[in-house]
Nanobody, 127 residues
Framework: QVQLVESGGGLVQAGGSLRLSCAAS????????MGWFRQAPGKEREFVAV????????YYPDSVKGRFTISRDNVQNTVYLQMNSLKPEDTAVYYC????????????????????WGQGTQVTVSS
């Protein structure tokens, strides 16, 4: 059973940057697509980024495209989310998650396709 621990959140001014990390233990992530999601107060959790297990493909929603970059280090068993040009609307708890199946060929943004979730890290962007 994999355990995922997010870190790197905090308070930042609009226009600033943060780099989130998601460290996995107990099991490898190297054979799995990995995703980032977020949940703002009073809103449903939403998709933010996904990367395939080979680091050859990524996908982002329009709301973060061009500002956020997902990457991974399979040796370190860690996934990252670089967030630039942050906006107040990016304020949320950010979660990483591991795909429920190995070697999925098509990137998915559906939450139910992810089985293992971290506890989240708070990102607050002030205006």
């Amino acid at each position: 059973q994999v355990q995922l621990v997010e870190s790197g959140g905090g308070l930042v001014q609009a226009g600033g940057s943060l780099r989130l990390s998601c460290a996995a233990s107990g099991s490898t992530i190297s054979n799995y697509n990995m995703g980032w999601f977020r949940q703002a107060p009073g809103k449903e959790r939403e998709f933010v980024a996904v990367i395939d297990w080979r680091s050859s493909s990524t996908y982002y929603p329009d709301s973060v495209k061009g500002r956020f970059t997902i990457s991974r280090d399979n040796v370190q068993n860690t996934v990252y989310l670089q967030m630039n040009s942050l906006k107040p609307e990016d304020t949320a708890v950010y979660y990483c998650a591991r795909d429920r199946i190995q070697w999925r060929r098509v990137l998915t943004t559906t939450q139910s396709d992810f089985r293992s979730w971290g506890q989240g890290t708070q990102v607050t962007v002030s205006s």
